[in-house]
C-alpha cells in the first residue's frame, strides 16, 4: 500500500484547508485511516481517524469542532477539512492507514501500519 497526502499550504489564521490522502495498492483490507501531525520541535500528535466505512470518527482534543475527517471508498481517498486555522496547526501532516484492528485504539500510531510522506501546513498569524 502506497499513501499520497496532498493540500498543504500556506495560510493565514482563520483560514480553511483540505488536505487529501490516496491509498493505492491493496487497501481492500483496509481498517481504518488517519491523521496525524508533527509541529517542528514537538512529538507526533493524533489529529483525527475514522473506520474505512466512514460510520465513525474520532478527533483529537486540540483540532475537535474545527477538522473533519472523511473518506471517500470509490476514490480509496481520505481527506482532512480544517476550519478555522491557528499558527499552532502548523505542522507537516502525515496519513496513516491501518490493514486490520491489533488492539490499539485510533490515536495510537502503533495501529497503524502504512504511512505517507507527509505534507505541510503553515499558519500565518
Known amino acids: 500500500v502506497q499513501l499520497q497526502a496532498s493540500g498543504g499550504g500556506l495560510v493565514q489564521a482563520g483560514d480553511s484547508l483540505t488536505l487529501s490522502c490516496a491509498a493505492s495498492g491493496r487497501t481492500f483490507s483496509t481498517y481504518a485511516m488517519a491523521w496525524f501531525r508533527r509541529a517542528p520541535g514537538k512529538e507526533r500528535e493524533f489529529v483525527s481517524a475514522?473506520?474505512?466505512?466512514?460510520?465513525?470518527?474520532v478527533y483529537g482534543d486540540s483540532v475537535k469542532g474545527r477538522f473533519t475527517i472523511s473518506i471517500d471508498n470509490a476514490k480509496n481517498s481520505v481527506y482532512l477539512r480544517m476550519n478555522g486555522l491557528k499558527p499552532e496547526d502548523t505542522a507537516v501532516y502525515y496519513c496513516a492507514l491501518a490493514s486490520r484492528w491489533n488492539g490499539r485504539n485510533w490515536s495510537s500510531p502503533g495501529l497503524y501500519n502504512y504511512w505517507g510522506q507527509g505534507t505541510l501546513v503553515t499558519v500565518s498569524s
Open positions: 475514522s473506520s474505512w466505512s466512514g460510520s465513525n470518527a
